[in-house]
């Protein structure tokens, strides 16, 4: 995230999506005359509600799923997602040459892309893009995704080689080399998230540090360019992109997207045609209107769980006793949080990786019905590994931190997982902080918590895009957790034995197991599910499991 991403708490009530959605529409905001409305022209408008601001216009540091919505519509790398979350070509003219080791594609670009400011769309954006991805100077989050699948990526970003060393080159303009690791089974759908994406490197360059910090500083080469972004603000448009190779087949001229975090604005802003989708509804509203003829049910490839930091400033936190983190992880009810918190079809869930995103290669068996049940709520068992934590500890009690989004969802969320954790573990104060959704991630990132909800959509279809955020000192990890028995898993399932799928399945099983049941670095919680409001007349929106969470290219408004 598929994603994340494709991805909260609040959201994940709301939308839940670890990031989302906008809406649209008012004619103060430049819609033409209201829902799904034409003017003379038989202009075609599409309005929309989102819950979460925009982080980022920049696909190197960006992390979050509002984000990669943004690039689902403004841009476009090798492959893009078709509406049954398939990978297809895009930028790509048709399916490479891949060398007989299986290491070595070579890719043949369409002549006729084009950014929206006439330049030509060529292997060079690419090459640029990809190795400004993995300098460490960037400072991208998401540069592991390249580490282990492109060659040298991992030494550039150790520092050890520089940048031009990754093995991308450009054979000629419209001819792109790509040297792998080794072979790499879901390239075509790694290569369809946003971290992938091409740059026109003569626009970031003459941008620098304003590159994607507003729509005045940003360059798209897809279906759409985003408009009236200031950077911070909850309002924007997408509008069609004229220099787009397949503008012909976009029927939409115009989204305007509102974010609304309070979902009784959200479903009034539907309910009098000022918006024609609301973002994911919260559990009042998903009950209210589960059966409504607009009403929408997807269920999603995120994954949410609570996410224990060990480390902050430093110092060791009493998250760093693995009995306190499996005493909190066993205390607290999921299938009554998913039936009476949420209740928009997200389903509880004992394990980290989604249902749907895997098969075993052999079997044909679900990754997350093969690995089974890793921790389920029980209180009992969790009073036990409380007091044996407490203990260890030196201490009778222990106030916590519990980090969420400021949303009306979030809020609620919240104060379920502190009345649970409080009720079910005696000595335990849960201060709640809930801050907007830019500033969750980054205090996430800066690990300055001790408790978060954080959500995680898939990037492409493998269990890795889960599996691979915890190794040590991984840009996503933000744990302080590190286990040389799961670094050696991972590595395992990604190097030794790429050629080898059932053995790197059996790997990727025994790290979920480890990470989860019994190193407890994270407590699974329930993979999400939405219910959103879109008018009848709205046809053509596609949802994906991964990468962006909706593709607006083929929307048409027939009323």
Same mark, same amino acid.
């Given at each position: 995230?598929?994603?994340?991403?494709?991805?909260?708490?609040?959201?994940?009530?709301?939308?839940?999506?670890?990031?989302?959605?906008?809406?649209?529409?008012?004619?103060?905001?430049?819609?033409?005359?209201?829902?799904?409305?034409?003017?003379?022209?038989?202009?075609?408008?599409?309005?929309?509600?989102?819950?979460?601001?925009?982080?980022?216009?920049?696909?190197?540091?960006?992390?979050?799923?509002?984000?990669?919505?943004?690039?689902?519509?403004?841009?476009?790398?090798?492959?893009?997602?078709?509406?049954?979350?398939?990978?297809?070509?895009?930028?790509?003219?048709?399916?490479?040459?891949?060398?007989?080791?299986?290491?070595?594609?070579?890719?043949?670009?369409?002549?006729?892309?084009?950014?929206?400011?006439?330049?030509?769309?060529?292997?060079?954006?690419?090459?640029?893009?990809?190795?400004?991805?993995?300098?460490?100077?960037?400072?991208?989050?998401?540069?592991?995704?390249?580490?282990?699948?492109?060659?040298?990526?991992?030494?550039?970003?150790?520092?050890?080689?520089?940048?031009?060393?990754?093995?991308?080159?450009?054979?000629?303009?419209?001819?792109?080399?790509?040297?792998?690791?080794?072979?790499?089974?879901?390239?075509?759908?790694?290569?369809?998230?946003?971290?992938?994406?091409?740059?026109?490197?003569?626009?970031?360059?003459?941008?620098?540090?304003?590159?994607?910090?507003?729509?005045?500083?940003?360059?798209?080469?897809?279906?759409?360019?985003?408009?009236?972004?200031?950077?911070?603000?909850?309002?924007?448009?997408?509008?069609?992109?004229?220099?787009?190779?397949?503008?012909?087949?976009?029927?939409?001229?115009?989204?305007?997207?509102?974010?609304?975090?309070?979902?009784?604005?959200?479903?009034?802003?539907?309910?009098?045609?000022?918006?024609?989708?609301?973002?994911?509804?919260?559990?009042?509203?998903?009950?209210?209107?589960? +059966?409504? #003829? @607009? =009403?929408? !049910?997807?269920? /999603?490839?995120?994954?949410?769980? $609570?996410?224990? *930091?060990? %480390?902050?400033?430093?110092?060791?936190?009493?998250?760093?006793?693995?009995?306190?983190?499996?005493?909190?992880?066993?205390?607290?009810?999921?299938?009554?949080?998913?039936?009476?918190?949420?209740?928009?079809?997200?389903?509880?869930?004992?394990?980290?990786?989604?249902?749907?995103?895997?098969?075993?290669?052999?079997?044909?068996?679900?990754?997350?019905?093969?690995?089974?049940?890793?921790?389920?709520?029980?209180?009992?068992?969790?009073?036990?590994?409380?007091?044996?934590?407490?203990?260890?500890?030196?201490?009778?009690?222990?106030?916590?931190?519990?980090?969420?989004? +400021?949303? #009306? @969802? =979030?809020? !609620?969320?919240? /104060?379920?997982?502190?009345?649970? $954790?409080?009720? *079910?573990? %005696?000595?335990?104060?849960?201060?709640?902080?809930?801050?907007?959704?830019?500033?969750?991630?980054?205090?996430?990132?800066?690990?300055?918590?001790?408790?978060?909800?954080?959500?995680?959509?898939?990037?492409?279809?493998?269990?890795?895009?889960?599996?691979?955020?915890?190794?040590?000192?991984?840009?996503?990890?933000?744990?302080?957790?590190?286990?040389?028995?799961?670094?050696?898993?991972?590595?395992?399932?990604?190097?030794?034995?790429?050629?080898?799928?059932?053995?790197?399945?059996?790997?990727?099983?025994?790290?979920?197991?480890?990470?989860?049941?019994?190193?407890?670095?994270?407590?699974?919680?329930?993979?999400?599910?939405?219910?959103?409001?879109?008018?009848?007349?709205?046809?053509?929106?596609?949802?994906?499991?991964?990468?962006?969470?909706?593709?607006?290219?083929?929307?048409?408004?027939?009323?």
């Amino acid at each position: 995230m598929k994603k994340s991403q494709h991805f909260y708490i609040a959201v994940i009530l709301l939308v839940t999506a670890l990031v989302l959605a906008a809406c649209g529409g008012s004619d103060s905001e430049g819609s033409s005359g209201g829902s799904g409305s034409t003017d003379s022209s038989d202009k075609q408008v599409f309005n929309m509600i989102e819950t979460a601001e925009i982080p980022t216009g920049d696909p190197a540091l960006a992390t979050d799923a509002a984000s990669f919505i943004v690039f689902g519509q403004t841009m476009e790398g090798l492959y893009v997602l078709d509406e049954n979350d398939t990978p297809i070509p895009a930028i790509a003219d048709g399916e490479p040459e891949i060398s007989e080791d299986g290491k070595v594609y070579t890719f043949k670009l369409r002549e006729d892309a084009k950014w929206s400011n006439g330049d030509p769309v060529t292997a060079h954006d690419f090459v640029y893009a990809w190795r400004r991805a993995i300098d460490p100077d960037t400072g991208s989050e998401y540069a592991y995704m390249f580490s282990g699948i492109i060659e040298n990526a991992t030494e550039v970003m150790n520092g050890e080689k520089d940048p031009e060393e990754l093995s991308v080159e450009a054979k000629e303009d419209y001819t792109l080399e790509v040297t792998l690791e080794q072979p790499v089974e879901y390239l075509n759908s790694l290569l369809a998230f946003g971290t992938y994406l091409p740059l026109n490197e003569e626009f970031v360059e003459e941008k620098g540090s304003d590159f994607g910090t507003n729509s005045e500083n940003m360059l798209a080469n897809g279906p759409f360019e985003l408009t009236e972004w200031n950077g911070s603000g909850l309002t924007w448009k997408y509008v069609k992109n004229d220099q787009y190779w397949d503008n012909e087949n976009v029927s939409l001229d115009e989204v305007n997207v509102q974010v609304s975090k309070e979902p009784s604005t959200a479903v009034n802003l539907f309910n009098t045609d000022e918006a024609d989708r609301t973002a994911a509804l919260s559990s009042e509203y998903a009950r209210q209107y589960k +059966d409504d #003829e @607009n =009403a929408s !049910t997807f269920k /999603e490839g995120s994954s949410w769980y $609570l996410k224990f *930091n060990q %480390e902050r400033g430093g110092e060791e936190t009493p998250l760093a006793n693995e009995n306190i983190r499996k005493a909190l992880a066993m205390a607290f009810d999921k299938e009554s949080f998913t039936e009476t918190v949420l209740a928009n079809g997200s389903v509880p869930s004992d394990g980290y990786v989604p249902e749907g995103l895997a098969k075993n290669p052999e079997t044909d068996q679900d990754f997350r019905e093969e690995s089974g049940d890793l921790i389920s709520y029980d209180p009992e068992q969790a009073k036990e590994y409380w007091e044996k934590g407490l203990e260890e500890l030196g201490v009778e009690e222990l106030q916590l931190d519990f980090l969420s989004d +400021d949303t #009306e @969802n =979030a809020k !609620t969320t919240s /104060e379920y997982f502190q009345n649970q $954790l409080e009720t *079910n573990l %005696e000595g335990l104060s849960i201060k709640l902080t809930n801050v907007p959704f830019k500033v969750r991630l980054q205090t996430t990132t800066d690990q300055d918590y001790d408790i978060v909800m954080h959500g995680w959509g898939p990037d492409y279809l493998d269990p890795m895009t889960f599996l691979d955020l915890y190794v040590t000192d991984g840009t996503n990890n933000n744990t302080g957790y590190s286990s040389e028995e799961y670094d050696q898993l991972i590595d395992d399932a990604k190097v030794k034995y790429a050629n080898d799928p059932e053995k790197r399945w059996e790997a990727m099983l025994e790290a979920e197991k480890l990470l989860v049941q019994e190193d407890t670095v994270i407590a699974p919680v329930y993979q999400r599910g939405r219910v959103v409001l879109i008018k009848s007349y709205v046809k053509g929106l596609e949802e994906h499991l991964f990468g962006p969470d909706y593709t607006l290219k083929n929307v048409t408004i027939e009323k």
